[in-house]
């Protein structure tokens, strides 16, 4: 049995690149950048009014000042800003040659003839200054993200129409197990529904990959070997939940070696997910995923989504993540690394959620996230600080 850190390092080490294609931006959220996006343009293009109201000299606040244009934004100045004149000026628009200071309307009086006078107290210029924000030639998106909406804006102020990301992996998912029926059936005696595989087919779509779904292989080396080849063909990984455990019909592993594939680990020292099974091919990954849904759903959010996340590209870690413990936690035995489900009290504070272990996979449903509680760690005491992450 090796550490879960041990096995994560071999995981990701595993990982191997998809392809780069070219995408438009409205097909760009969520995708993987692949290579950085520059700006064409600086920004703003000039210098740009932050507020509603008059253009002036710094020197000139307090005078009455005669007002010489209005300026719209979208339209550039047509007069220069001389001593003892201003002109006004809506957010958003270039200002004036001659000014270096725009007081707001609201600060504003209107005197005889047209002009005007600040009442306020001098202090920001409210001018944006050219370039401030990116500048011509600047790399404003670097590779190696998965695209935001907020990434979206940046990439149409520089007017990015397309850009390169990395092509989806495809991952084949299957499960395994005689007593699992299709989840629109009702089972029967001993039969449960699959709820792993739509879980993970759902996994996988949000980790940004393509999954295809292989059906149900019966505990049989046959069935399985079958649908094994079947999407390891097809796929860069199959991830098939199920028969990894040391049961008498836990045939994963066997046919993992009969395909030819390399077992870089079985057992690892965490929960839950103890016997998950990672193997390699040539520019091929399966993971063979314990059958309980809590399993299931965990190994996948802590192992492979940060493999698929370094398959496309990605491979800046998340932060750790500490918020307090809402109440006492103890478990009897420490050793293996733990992932309990918490929710988050009024206060801000992780409460370990209601969990009667791998099985209960509604404790997930109203749960924020998972604590993790390290290895040898048998007792934490409330208020102290855990490491988090969110599901
Ligand atoms: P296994 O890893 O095959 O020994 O299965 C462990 C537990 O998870 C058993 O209680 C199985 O019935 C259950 N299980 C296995 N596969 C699935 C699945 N696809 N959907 C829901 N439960 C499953
Ligand atoms: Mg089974």
Known sequence: ????EEAFTIVKESAFRTGKEEVKISDAAGRALAMPVKSDMDMPPWNKSAVDGYA?????????????????????????????????????????????????????????????????????DNIAKAAEDFFSGQTVLKAGRYIKPQDIAVMAAVGAMEVTVSCKAGVGVISTGDELVEPDRMPAGAQIRNSNASQLMAQVARAGALGTYYGIARDEEAAIEALLRKALKENDVVLISGGVSFGDFDLVPK?????????HFDQVAMQPGKPLTFCTGEKKAVFGLPGNPVSTFVQFEVMVR????????????????????????????????????????????????EYHGSGHINALTGAWGLITIPLGQSWIQKGEMVSVRRI
Request: net charge neutral; aromatic share 6%.
């Open 1 to 4: 049995m090796i550490t879960f």
């Open 56 to 124: 002036c000299r710094r020197e000139d606040l307090g005078k009455e000042l005669t007002v010489l244009e209005t300026v719209a934004a979208g339209v550039m100045p047509s007069k220069t800003v001389m001593p003892g004149s201003c002109s006004r000026i809506m957010t958003g628009a270039a200002v004036p040659q001659g000014t270096d200071y725009v007081f707001m309307l609201e600060n504003s009086e209107e005197k005889e003839g047209g002009r005007v006078i600040f009442t306020g107290r001098p202090g920001n």
């Open 255 to 263: 046919v993992m070696r009969a395909l030819g594939l390399t077992i």
């Open 306 to 353: 940060p493999f698929l996340d370094r398959m496309a590209g990605v491979i800046t870690e998340e932060p750790v993540m500490l918020m307090p413990l809402a109440a006492d936690y103890s478990r009897k035995r420490a050793e293996r690394l733990a992932w309990i489900p918490f929710t988050v009290t009024p206060a801000g504070e992780a409460l370990p959620a």
